[in-house]
Nanobody, 116 residues
Framework: QVQLVESGGGLVQAGGSLRLSCAASGSTSSINFTGWYRQAPGKQRELVATIYSGGSTDYVDSAKGRFTISRDNAKNTVYLQMNSLKPEDTAVYYC??????????WGQGTQVTVSS
């Protein structure tokens, strides 16, 4: 199993930045890829960014050029650097890992609020 703990959320003004962290523990060697998702009130959870075991990354169009997903293997931590934040980025952000065995695990979420 893999346990995930997110941190780094908070309240920021539009145009500001935040860096989210997703620290993994447990069977971290089985992690195949990690994704950051977000869910705004009344909306479906959406995938924002993914980082694969080989280091390649993907982003939703609304995050391209503003968000950067990265990984520190020594710390078993994945980061989401969010710049030029907009009020529409307000959501609870979750990380999810998918293992080589197709199991998946979610973190508890961290609130990001962007004021206009």
């Amino acid at each position: 199993q893999v346990q995930l703990v997110e941190s780094g959320g908070g309240l920021v003004q539009a145009g500001g930045s935040l860096r989210l962290s997703c620290a993994a523990s447990g069977s971290t060697s089985s992690i195949n890829f990690t994704g950051w998702y977000r869910q705004a009130p009344g909306k479906q959870r959406e995938l924002v960014a993914t980082i694969y075991s080989g280091g390649s990354t993907d982003y939703v169009d609304s995050a391209k050029g503003r968000f950067t997903i990265s990984r520190d293997n020594a710390k078993n931590t994945v980061y989401l650097q969010m710049n030029s934040l907009k009020p529409e980025d307000t959501a609870v952000y979750y990380c999810k890992v998918v293992t080589l065995y197709y199991d998946y695990y979610w973190g508890q979420g961290t609130q990001v609020t962007v004021s206009s």
